[in-house]
């Protein structure tokens, strides 16, 4: 049984060249989307075009690094004339390391900044004008669990995904009465490359092919956060809830940190 046709012709994608971001690039274009692959890594996003030719739709690769913001307002100008204004944007591109205590630095913590909310900033700053004009549009930016609460490791990384969370709750109180809609992407943890330097277990770890399949079913419907896995995510959002030092402690005796 074929699969039912998605509702946008051209998206733009990045972060589009490994981990979530490359598969989701690959299942978009497989089902018929054009995808405007944006990443910093030219050879990879050419390789990513060269296999969607043998596809329903196809991927275009428009090298950018999201933290030049005039390159940024640059690109979305080259796709707009080529390929026309993306009916939906996935802001996913970022980057993990970790940030203990023990080693913490503050540069470490800026260039996470930097590129996870700044670079997701400058990709708003371009394409909200023009979404606001046309009074329509879909924007959707990848955070993460790590958001609700802090974990071990991720001091950076967490507040970087944490402000995107509040960062999308705001525009979306603000374009309310707008028909443009904001959906933040929540994942727990998935098996990429950044998660693989985690030093901790990773409960309910997923594939980026199952990801995906939650990514682009949470963008076809209305929910506002699209978070995975379910029980992953029960879970953390039942923790948000405890007061701070039983949490503390809880994280601490399930990822071994109280030994």
Not at 131 to 146: C, D, F, M, P, W
Not at 238 to 246: D, F, S
Request: glycine share 6%; charged share 15%.
């Amino acid at each position: 049984m074929s699969r039912p046709a998605l509702p946008w012709r051209c998206v733009w994608l990045t972060g589009a060249s490994q981990g979530i971001g490359l598969a989701l690039a690959e299942a978009l274009a497989q089902q018929g989307v054009t995808v405007c692959a944006s990443a910093r890594n030219e050879e990879a996003l050419q390789a990513l075009a060269r296999r969607s030719r043998l596809w329903s739709g196809k991927v275009v690769a428009y090298p950018l690094d999201i933290t030049d913001s005039s390159a940024v307002a640059q690109t979305l100008v080259r796709i707009e004339a080529e390929q026309g204004l993306p009916q939906l944007v996935i802001f996913n591109a970022g980057s993990h390391h970790p940030t203990p205590a023990t080693h913490f630095k503050s540069d470490e913590v800026r260039q996470l900044l930097e590129l996870n909310v700044m670079g997701t900033c400058h990709c708003l700053e371009a394409v909200l004008p023009r979404y606001i004009q046309h009074n329509t549009g879909h924007i959707a930016v990848v955070a993460s669990l790590a958001g609700y609460r802090g974990l071990p490791s991720a001091a950076g990384y967490g507040a970087s995904k944490a402000a995107l969370n509040n960062l999308l709750e705001a525009l979306a109180i603000d374009l309310y009465r707008t028909n443009i809609k904001l959906q933040v992407i929540n994942p727990g943890f998935v098996r990429t490359p950044l998660t693989d330097r985690n030093p901790f277990p990773m409960p309910f770890l997923l594939e980026p092919e199952q990801a995906v399949a939650a990514i682009i079913a949470g963008l076809q419907s209305h929910r506002a956060e699209i978070r995975f896995p379910r029980r992953f995510a029960l879970i953390m959002g039942l923790l948000r809830l405890l007061p701070a030092r039983l949490y503390r402690y809880l994280m601490a005796r399930a990822t071994g940190y109280d030994r």
